[in-house]
């Protein structure tokens, strides 16, 4: 195996074994685990305290005691994220962040201080109106909240420097992920829609700095090699997460390449950047007043869909694929009108209704054959 | 105002004045704006601006069976039957602007507050995108602590003043704050009588007829600035007490037998077969969680106070206030059963309600049900199975009554 195999292997066994990876992770830098719910917790606060954030996008467990909580109508990551924190798949973390930024994940935090707990919570809301001076106050009192919570479980106080310092990190990851999306259609064989895919899941289970060296280096490694003839389509894929396996395979072998993405799980974490000025509470809240085209985040000027088009047309993509999690309101609503502006805009779409646990692929699959088909 | 009308007939006049006034502004080229059910009307009030509610709207398609076509037009355009269907009646309306069942203006601009939901945010999104309009939101935290937090408070009152630029940019007038004071006092003072007059519903037998609150409730929304909304509760309390003095209950040809409470929005297109069923059985429905909701009370001139107001409602506060109220309901209003409408536009409703049913089931022991409903699309209700859990809660009723002492 070569060094590149090497490391895309590890980091895909770490991606596909969330619990087994955290817990290596927590070993391996001394660290307690605090659980991160999507979306945008403010996981630079949590390393500066010593902890490790980690990542809780769902996963593939039957969803049995869950129902005692939730209808069937409630999307799939959340029902998944509180079966398993029912079985006690997160009591080895210290305490779990739920911000609640759509209906569902304000029923969510309601239920786990019932349902869950074992694991202590601490809920947090941030503003939409979060581009006024008002907004960016409040949410910078929230931060000052939670980083009080974060400091009893770390047992430490987070000094001005522990969050600079945290700050410098993650914008070095942040620079780092989009370097490496960005070279994705140059190596689209070895970073197929699958393989880019866990590569960027695995940060959500390791510590940030490892993570970003590994990923430095998988990058120099790379561009040692000749470029890959990309031979098949390319897309910007949206959405909230792109998954089942059966999903990514069939992209796969229709030789789909997401050239670029908007999914909240993967570039909405790392697209935006911090200010350079201000104390590093006000650079993290203007962080989120600067983040645009996202359906959790009030905008009245709706920027998703240009942000998509914009997307296409940097990435001279061939459409857009959109992974519509089932039951999820806030995607649910941002589709109408981003899908007026692509048809406009003459830009292919290709419409996935997806849940994180999906008894059949099978209509899927040929939904993106004929997609395939008809781009081409 | 003519003593010899009801009440009631005040209401339908002002529910059907309140519609053509608003028509009648927008054709003389008033400025109109569209809210959601609990906002700050106060700000709008103030600067004397015609405000229709899309919720109350399409409550009214739904109740007249209009809402199909406008569902079915939102559909066609991308928009998920998932979504709630006060949204996809109101988009599919804002597209054909036209119901037979009655027609609101278009909107010069609209005015959010999400202390009910955030879908609403969504929603009210879209339509200012899709008509190119000025959209003023009023962003209320939601409260995972029992209390309003103090940073939030300061965050909404800061809010007032942002909207207040945003309105006086949007009319080009001044905002007139000695009207504000007014406009608060009338406000308060509604809200004060609206629940008085729901709170009578505590006497046996009650005074109400069944779904009578789900009619005055457009009032509440609707008006709650207007001094005609406030002359009309405190017409309502009187008529009730007049009643209960009388010691008359909610039928003529009918006691009342058991005493319940309905949890979430009424089904408005079944609202004859869900109230016939109750009625048939001697079960009359006399409170909600809704009397509170729109108990929008606070000291005049504080705006501190209007802001804990506006994000203290039932929707914006957590399971443990939510479970408590209605204990609490359970007790002042002597309830025999509750019936919970697992509404499938409603997440923010419905993801709570398992647990609120146990928590309040397990303090009161109350017998309760939860039935699977919409508000506004008739497609996701099925009446066999409301009867059948009707009956159900009967059976449980009549058996606590049974172990009770005195039957009561
Ligand atoms: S944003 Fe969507 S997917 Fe995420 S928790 Fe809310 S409803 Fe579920
Ligand atoms: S029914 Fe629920 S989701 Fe719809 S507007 Fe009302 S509170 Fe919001």
Redesign the pocket.
């Known amino acids: 195996m070569n060094r590149i195999q090497e490391i895309i292997a590890e980091l895909v066994e770490t991606a596909n074994h969330p619990a087994k990876a955290v817990k290596a992770s927590m070993k391996e830098t001394g660290k307690k685990a605090v659980g991160c719910f999507?979306?945008y917790t403010p996981d630079e606060i949590i390393y500066a305290a010593g902890l490790l954030p980690v990542g809780l996008w769902g996963g593939q467990t039957d969803i049995k005691l869950a129902d005692k909580y939730l209808q069937s109508f409630?999307?799939s990551?959340?029902r998944i994220n509180v079966e398993q924190g029912l079985k006690g798949m997160y009591d080895f973390l210290s305490a779990v962040i739920i911000p609640a930024?759509?209906?569902?994940?304000k029923c969510?935090c309601d239920n786990w201080h019932v349902a869950v707990p074992q694991t202590y919570l601490i809920p947090m809301v941030y503003p939409q109106h979060r581009k006024i001076a008002a907004g960016v106050a409040y949410l910078i009192d929230e931060y000052k909240r939670v980083q009080k919570e974060l400091e009893t479980i770390a047992g430490k106080k987070i000094t001005e420097k522990d969050l600079e310092d945290s700050i410098v990190l993650y914008e070095d990851y942040r620079k780092t992920m989009r370097q490496f999306t960005a070279i994705v259609s140059k190596y689209s064989k070895t970073l197929n829609a699958k393989t880019r895919h866990l590569i960027i899941k695995a940060a959500y289970f390791m510590d940030k700095r490892l993570y970003t060296i590994k990923i430095k280096e998988l990058m120099e490694e790379l561009k040692k090699l000749p470029e890959e003839k990309l031979d098949g389509i390319k897309v910007v894929v949206t959405g909230?997460l792109a998954e089942t396996d059966a999903l990514l395979d069939a992209f796969v072998q229709n030789k789909i390449v997401f050239v670029a993405d908007d999914l909240?799980h993967e570039s909405r974490q790392f697209r935006t950047s911090v200010r350079s000025e201000g104390t590093a509470l006000e650079r993290l809240a203007y962080r989120i007043a600067d983040h645009d085209g996202c359906?959790?985040l009030y905008d009245e000027e709706k920027k998703h869909g240009q942000l998509l088009i914009d997307l296409v047309r940097e990435n001279h993509a061939d459409g857009v694929v959109v992974c519509m999690?089932k039951?999820?309101?806030?995607?649910e609503f941002d589709y109408p009108i981003y899908k007026k502006e692509l048809e406009a805009a003459g830009i292919p779409m290709l419409y996935l209704e997806i849940e994180q646990k999906m008894d059949s692929a099978e209509q899927i699959r040929t939904r993106i054959q004929s997609f395939a088909e008809m781009v081409k | 105002m003519d003593k010899n009308i009801s009440s009631k007939q005040v209401l339908n006049d002002m529910i059907s004045r309140h519609y053509k006034e608003a028509l009648e502004a927008k054709k003389s080229g008033e400025l109109v704006a569209w809210a959601t059910s609990i906002v700050p009307q106060e700000l709008l009030e103030t600067m004397d601006i015609k405000v229709v509610y899309p919720e109350n709207h399409a409550a009214v398609l739904g109740a007249r069976k209009d809402a199909p076509a406008f569902l079915q037009n939102a559909e066609n355009n991308g928009y998920s039957n998932d979504l709630c269907s006060y949204a996809r009646v109101n988009i599919g309306y804002a597209n054909l602007k036209e119901s037979a069942a009655g027609n609101i203006p278009m909107p010069d601009f609209i005015f959010c507050c999400n202390n009910i939901c955030n879908t609403v945010i969504k929603w009210y999104e879209n339509l200012a995108r899709e008509m190119r309009i000025p959209m003023i939101l009023i962003d209320t935290p939601f409260n995972h602590t029992f209390d309003v937090p103090e940073h939030s408070v300061k965050y909404i009152r800061e809010q007032f003043h942002h909207a207040i630029g945003q309105l006086e940019q949007i009319t080009g007038k001044k905002f007139d704050h000695d009207r504000f004071q007014e406009v608060m006092n009338i406000s308060t003072q509604t809200a004060r009588w609206w629940k008085k007059a729901t709170a009578l519903a505590a006497a046996q037998p009650s005074p109400f007829n069944g779904f009578d609150l789900f009619n005055y409730m457009a009032v509440i929304v609707c008006m709650r600035g207007k001094q005609e909304g406030l002359d009309l509760f405190k017409l309502w309390a009187e008529e009730l007490q007049g009643k209960i003095d009388r010691g008359e209950g909610p039928w003529k040809d009918q006691p009342e037998k058991y005493r319940v409470m309905w949890d979430g929005i009424a089904c408005w297109p079944h609202l004859a077969d869900t109230s016939k069923i109750l009625r048939k059985n001697g079960i009359n429905l006399i409170t909600s969680t809704y009397p509170d909701s729109w108990t929008i009370v606070y000291d005049s001139d504080d705006l501190d106070a209007m802001a804990r107001a506006y994000s203290s409602n039932y929707a914006n506060r957590n399971l443990a206030y939510g479970a408590g109220n209605i204990v609490q309901i359970v007790k002042d209003f002597s309830l025999d059963g509750i019936i919970y409408h697992s509404n499938r536009s409603c997440?923010l409703m419905d993801f709570r309600q398992y647990e609120v049913q146990r928590q309040v089931q397990e303090q009161t022991g109350v017998a309760s049900v939860i039935f699977d409903g919409d508000q506004t699309d008739p497609r996701a209700f099925s009446l066999a199975q409301y009867e059948t859990r009707i009956q159900a809660l009967m059976e449980m009723m009549e058996q606590r009554k049974n172990e009770r002492p005195g039957g009561q």
């Open positions: 999507p979306y409630c999307c990551i959340m930024y759509c209906d569902t994940l969510i909230i909240a359906s959790l999690m039951f999820c309101n806030p995607e | 997440k």
